[in-house]
């Protein structure tokens, strides 16, 4: 598979991260598969959260790819932390702790990436930097980003933390565009125009953030997925013509969408399906026009100014 490079770091990653937040759906025999089926494609780069399954998640991954020193080696490890039951939790303490449980699920000395969760309201940004200054000096943490957060959150964590911020974990799919049409519908009187999270996918472009889509296959907010939906037949039919002219599969062809456009996102497939991970895995080798790409979109309901 190709690389990319995430953020301002010097780290190549997979064009495609592998989301482990269902694994625990899995017996142990088929979570081991899911695994080898993930490093056969070159999808190397694994993202954890320390709520999935209650940690349960991260605890499976590590059996089921035989966590040692070799293996660690050849995979990537990514995970996030800051949410808590009814509420969410940027303290230094909470932040050490967490990934201390984190490590200890993964049974690894380090995390290659870790992520902020969603935003703390509360947030105190210099205990987050000397939380993180902590890590990475005792080697637990190489790279740090954020979840879920919009310009002036990330400005103000960055103000304080040393290294850069090297990724945004938000959600985005051909049904979820809102980082995408405020940009097209500038100055205009619609609905489109409206700019929900302050021009985070220019803002992210320009300060070398790696976006990482989340439910790169669903619509709304896990209302369902938008492949073979009958509430997008439009959609459907177009993303089947074009995934046709290219031999691929429509889950592939969702997946080179997102791919296709120049940020350089890394689209994180929660997929335990072997097939839909062979799917998505192969979409990135795939670059389609820009005429297919727009095609796409409107299909999905967006309209051009």
């Known amino acids: 598979m ?10 190549k990653v997979p064009a495609v991260a592998v989301g482990c937040m269902r694994i625990n759906a899995l017996s142990p025999k088929e979570a081991e598969t899911f695994v080898q089926t ?77 992520l902020l969760h969603r935003p703390d309201t509360l947030v105190e940004p210099e205990e987050v930097a000397e ?41 985005f799919s051909i049904t979820n565009t809102t980082m995408i049409d405020s940009g097209l519908n500038v100055n205009m009187e619609n609905e489109a125009a409206v700019n929900r999270d302050g021009s985070v996918l220019d803002f992210c472009r320009l300060h070398d953030i790696t ?29 089947d013509e074009v995934a046709q002219r290219y031999n691929v599969s429509s889950t592939a062809m969702a997946i080179a969408w997102i791919l296709r456009h120049p940020a350089g996102m890394q689209p994180v497939v929660g997929t335990t399906n072997l097939e839909r991970l062979k799917d998505c895995c192969e ?22 100014p």
């Not at 889509?213 to 177009?238: H, I, T």
């Open 38 to 114: 993930a490093m056969e494609q070159g999808a190397h780069f694994f993202d954890h959260a320390d709520i999935y399954g209650g940690g349960e998640c991260e605890e499976i991954f590590a059996d089921a790819i035989h966590m040692n020193s070799d293996v660690r080696e050849r995979i990537l490890l990514q995970s996030k932390c800051g949410i808590r039951p009814g509420s969410f939790d940027f303290s230094k303490e909470h932040i050490l702790s967490s990934v201390d449980g984190i490590l200890q699920r993964l049974r690894t000395d380090y995390l290659d990436v870790l």
């Open 211 to 239: 976006i990482q889509p989340w439910s790169p296959f669903q619509y709304g907010f896990f209302e369902g997925v938008f492949l073979g939906s009958d509430k997008f037949p439009e959609l459907n039919a177009r993303i």
């Open 2 to 11: 190709r690389t990319i490079t995430l953020g301002a770091s010097q780290l």
């Open 131 to 171: 939380a993180f200054d902590q890590l990475e000096r005792s080697g637990k943490v190489r790279h740090f980003g954020v979840s879920n957060q919009n310009p002036m959150q990330i400005q103000l964590l960055q103000k304080y933390v040393k290294k850069p911020l090297v990724a945004n974990q938000l959600q």
């Open 283 to 304: 979409a990135a080798d795939i670059t389609i026009t820009r005429e297919e790409w727009y095609d796409i979109y409107r299909a999905a309901g967006n309209i051009l």
